[in-house]
Every structure is written in C-alpha cells, then in structure tokens.
C-alpha cells in the first residue's frame, strides 16, 4: 500500500515537472512570437501607385519664371476655354507646373478620396496659397484612374526679397506639397487574391525556416492545408466546406492571428557615414587576438609675410608659409577575444578596447575577414 502511494506521488510529480516546462517553453516561444499579418502580405493584395502633371495657379509672385514648360502648360490649358495665347506672351509668375503622385490602398470603391503629394517641376520658390486645378492621375498602365483638384497645404514657406540688396528666408521646403483628399478614384479595386481556392503568403524577410514554421502553425489549426513553396512564400488551401458558404474572408482573419517566432539571420548593419553599428542576435565569434591603436596626423600651416629692410632699393614684399606636421601614434590595446555567442558578451569584449564606432567598423569587418566573425556584413 505505501508503495503503492509513494508511485502515485512520483506520477503527480512528474506531471507537475512536464506541465510547468511546458508553460515555460510555451512563455519563450511566445516571447518572441508574431503575428502572422506582421511576416506576410497576401500576394495580390497590393497597392496603386498613381502619378499626375498639374498646374497650381494663386501663388503670390513664387510661381515658374522663366521655364518654357510652364508657358506651353498654361496656353494649351486655356485652349480647352477657347483662350487661345501665345506662350511667348505669358509672363505672370502666379502658376507653377508640378508632378502629383499617390497611393491607393487595395479594396478601394469609386468614389474614394486620396491624399496626393505635390512638387514643383521648375523654378517655382513656393507653392503656399496655391490651387492646383483639375489634373488627371495615371496608373502605370497609363490608365486614367483619378481626377485631382484642390487646395496645397504647404509645410514651409519662403519670403523676403532675393538679389542684391535684399534678403530672404526660407523654412523647410515650400516647393512641396499635400492636397488632404484631393484625388477622386474612378474604378473599383480589381484585384484578385484567391485562385482555384488557393492563396498565396509572401513573407517580408524570405527565409525558409521561417516559412516552414507558418506552413507548421497554419496546418496545426487546419490540418494539410499549407504548405512552404520556397523561402519567400506559403501556399495555403481554403477548406472547401468554408469557401462553399463563402466563408474564405473569416478563414484569412483566423489564419492571420496566428502566432509564428520568426528565425533571423546573424547580421552586421554598418553605416560608415554616420558611424551607426547594429548587431542581430545568434551571434558566432572565434577566439581572435586583437591589437587596436590610433594614427593621428595633424597638419597646421601658418602664414608669414616677408619684406626688405627699410631703404632698400631692392626686394619685394612676399607670403611665405610654414607647414607644420604632428604626427600621434597610440600605443594599440591588445586583447584576446574568447569565443563568445551572444551580442552583449561581444559588447563587452569590444567595450574594453575602447574603441569609437568608426573603429569598431574596422575590427568587425577584420574579424570577418580572418573567419573568426561567422555574421553577415551589410554596408549602407
């Protein structure tokens, strides 16, 4: 009978151990984990990019001046009103010939409004105050797609008088604008996404650990329903009970709460320019010696003026310069650096040697050079 017991509690132990694992495996896995909307897009749900070419008249004097462009604009403008003018004849400075872009979000309705961006073509100085009057917008198929009009809204200005003698100050950049709403949509959003019951996931960062696991997670809630193509996509399979009652919108909004923890890269993000070093995680570093110094060369370079004594009859007075150079060299700090696998140890090892960010580019990039740094180096 205690024997009995005693295996009963060893049981309840057990199941006690494998329980509480479990929730701490389950608690780190979810740590890290994402939702499926933020690693994939739907291939054929995608956006519009539309581009226009526009007048926008008003503009008190900061119009185009002299651009030849703005005048043949302006008169075939004035043809559609039976205005027939000479380019040559127009020389106000109140308009300004501009380029529009938008983009248009999928699952659009005619009839929708677009915010647009606005800039000026020529020489205009400011667009503030202007109207941009009724401009078509083009797809990349060239098809007319939007009719644009309104009001700029100009975040910056430019005033004063320029030339000699006068003054001028300028905030931001007045040559660029926003028309709020100003785009009217002619089409309906034509897209198609499902295929034969069938959609397909584009991850963001291709990787085909990470697209095995979306297949894995996908199928634990509709079992053989997905499967990974390649690195960069997952195709997944509608239930038919599901797309026959037309429920396929609700089976997208399951399927994109779904949490996956993503596998990144080991990498090295370096900007030289401005000295910025980002490292990633899963960091693999050899054992390595590292001897790190400083070479400073100064340069200074004073002017002297040298002229004949007083009286002379001869010489003439000359700029002689004289160059100075300083040359530093630091003693360099030498260090072994141990094998190390996470990004704080390799902060530390690198903190030690005192070294600035645009030193620390030169070390990572020897270190992966000799093989002892196992990351990717990109350079912005």
Same mark, same amino acid.
């Given at each position: ?27 780190? !896995? +979810?740590?890290? #984990? %994402? ?15 539309? $581009? @226009? ?100 809204? !100009? +975040?910056?200005? #430019? %005033? ?15 040559? $660029? @604008? ?101 490292? +990633? ?100």
């Amino acid at each position: 009978m205690k024997t009995k017991f005693t295996m009963t509690r060893r049981i309840v132990f057990l199941s006690w151990i494998c329980t509480q694992a479990a929730l701490s495996f389950g608690a780190i !896995v +979810g740590e890290n #984990s %994402i939702r499926l909307k933020d690693l994939v897009r739907i291939q054929g749900v995608e956006r519009r990019d539309l $581009v @226009g070419y526009g007048v926008v008249v008003g503009l008190k004097g900061t119009g185009d001046k002299d651009t030849e462009l703005a005048k043949r604009t302006v008169s075939n403008m004035m043809k559609n009103f039976n205005v027939f003018i000479d380019p040559s004849d127009i020389t106000s400075k109140n308009s300004a010939v501009v380029m529009l872009t938008a983009t248009v979000a999928p699952f659009h309705r005619k009839g929708d409004r677009v915010d647009l961006q606005v800039a000026a073509m020529g020489d205009a100085s400011s667009l503030q105050g202007g109207i941009l009057l009724m401009t078509p917008m083009l797809d990349a198929g060239g098809t007319l797609y939007a009719m644009a009009q309104g009001a700029l809204v !100009v +975040g910056g200005y #430019s %005033i004063g008088v320029a030339g000699p003698g006068g003054e001028t100050e300028t905030k931001n950049f007045p040559t $660029v @604008g926003r028309l709020p709403a100003g785009g009217t949509l002619r089409y309906d959003y034509d897209g198609t996404f499902i295929e034969k019951g069938q959609l397909d996931l584009v991850l963001s960062h291709a990787d085909f650990t990470t697209a095995q696991r979306i297949a894995d997670e996908i199928n634990r809630t509709y079992p053989a329903s997905s499967v990974a193509k390649d690195a960069g996509s997952v195709s997944v399979s509608i239930p038919a009970d599901m797309l026959d009652v037309g429920l396929a919108i609700k089976f997208i909004s399951t399927i994109e709460t779904l949490r996956v923890t993503p596998d990144v890269c080991a990498r090295i993000v370096v900007n030289e320019r401005t000295g910025t070093v980002v490292l +990633g995680g899963d960091v693999s570093i050899s054992t390595a010696i590292i001897a790190h110094g400083n070479l400073t060369v100064r340069i200074g370079s004073t002017l002297n003026v040298s002229q004949p004594e007083p009286f002379a009859r001869q010489g003439d007075t000359a700029v002689t310069e004289d160059v100075a150079v300083q040359v530093t060299d630091e003693p360099a700090r030498i260090m072994v650096v141990p094998h190390t696998t996470s990004v704080q140890e390799l902060a530390e090892v690198l903190n030690q040697l005192g070294a600035s960010p645009r030193d620390l580019i030169s070390i990572l990039d020897a270190l992966h050079t000799l093989g002892a740094l196992q990351m990717e180096i990109i350079t912005l």
